[in-house]
């Protein structure tokens, strides 16, 4: 792993240009997140714009290079049809250059949709921007993927045995399957069978660009404007109604040990069902839903989320595409919150208390 200084002075070099006040801006389960600005041109890329503030992301995890060119593409063609993500200005698929893949960006204005810092201050933001936030989800829906050539990009939830003609949500269950079976995950077998038994029913859909990891982080507002959409590595190409219930899966079950108040408690259990039972109404005004359809993908969406983190406990956040650091995410709050979900969801009880535990 690079020093700090040898890590500034390489990404200098490569730009060939001068280097100013890089540091951590976020770390998550999948990437290392920095913020910086070139003190002039850069000749190795002219169209990054010196002395305003840029972001680099730095791609840690497995899959580092798919992730990291899929991403560089999404943005770099929703950006083309004017939808709000930050300005893609360099990809870099060579780890040998800093250490990982590593993608350079524009720096949006403001910080994510829900914020930590203060009971107060995380209400207020969010509900001047819950609207925009929505909205922005029923556009991305709504756009026509073969004229921006986003149906191009590659899919992201692909198993050895799929195929990019598969239909998304075969190819999510083919993930479970294995995650279940390598796990092994046994207590979401009764789930998934009952997910199975539905599946021909619900695999025929309109194709649209999906996130299938948009929640509140990854949306960047100032004020009550959003100005962004960030982290496009789970991108794919499939029924929005996935990406919706992706979204209210999350919305539902996250949960953090700090603050206090986004606990499985009482003000923090009041908050995710506060959420969650404002998104769907609203989405669904905005982009009406099959809602039997939605209600599947619910299931579908749960169990999926909580065969990951089945995964990670049981056989490491790597074998998931994960940074090793991300296992301290998945906290028993969160599995018994999620777990509580994907059973009122699946109508099966789900829970992950039989899986083994890395030593």
């Known amino acids: 792993m690079l020093t700090p200084q040898q890590f500034e002075q390489q ?3 490569w730009l060939e240009t001068g280097i100013a006040g890089l540091r951590v801006l976020a770390s998550g389960w999948e990437t290392t997140v920095f913020e910086f600005a070139i003190t002039s041109r850069s000749p190795r890329h002219p169209s990054i714009p010196a002395g305003l503030p840029l972001v680099l992301r730095f791609y840690q995890s497995s899959d580092a290079l798919q992730k990291g060119s899929r991403e560089f593409q999404t943005i770099d063609r929703l950006a083309t049809a004017r939808f709000p993500v930050p300005r893609p200005y360099a990809f870099e698929a060579d780890p040998e250059v800093i250490g990982a893949p590593f993608l350079i ?8 949709l829900f914020t930590t810092k203060s009971f107060a201050q995380a209400v207020k933001t969010f509900s001047l921007a819950f609207f925009a936030f ?13 004229k921006s050539g986003l149906n191009e990009i590659p899919r ?23 995650r279940v079976a390598s796990g092994p995950l046994p207590g979401l077998t009764s789930a998934l069978a009952r997910i199975r038994a539905r599946q021909n029913q619900f695999r025929a859909a309109p194709q ?5 990891d948009y929640h509140p982080q990854n949306v960047v507002v100032k004020g009550f404007k959003l100005t962004g959409v960030i982290d496009w590595v789970r991108t794919d190409i499939g029924d929005r109604h996935l990406d919706a219930a992706t979204t209210a899966a999350i919305l539902s079950s996250s949960a953090f040990e700090h603050p206090r108040w986004m606990r499985d408690n009482l003000i923090g259990n009041t908050l995710r069902a506060t959420f969650a039972s404002l998104y769907v109404p609203l989405y669904h005004a905005m982009a009406p839903m099959d809602l039997e ?7 579908v969406a749960a169990v999926l989320r909580l065969s990951m983190m ?12 994960f940074r090793p650091e991300a296992i301290g995410e998945v906290t028993p709050m969160v599995v018994r919150l999620l777990s509580a979900y994907a059973a009122r969801k699946s109508g099966a009880a789900c829970g992950l208390d039989a899986a083994p535990q890395m030593a």
């Not at 960006?105 to 994510?112: F, I, Q, S, T, V």
């Not at 050895?160 to 083919?174: E, H, K, V, Y």
């Not at 089945?310 to 595409?321: I, K, P, S």
């Open 134 to 146: 929505v909205q922005t989800q029923a556009r991305l829906h709504k756009l026509d993927i073969s």
């Open 11 to 13: 990404l200098s070099a």
């Open 293 to 299: 359809r939605f209600r599947y993908c619910q299931a």
């Open 310 to 321: 089945g995964m990670m406990r049981a056989r490491g956040a790597e074998t998931v595409g």
């Open 105 to 112: 960006m524009e720096r949006l204005a403001g910080g994510p």
């Open 208 to 212: 649209s660009l999906v996130h299938m």
């Open 156 to 178: 992201s939830s692909m198993s050895g045995a799929d195929s990019a003609d598969s239909s998304l949500l075969d190819r999510l269950l083919r993930i479970i399957d294995e």
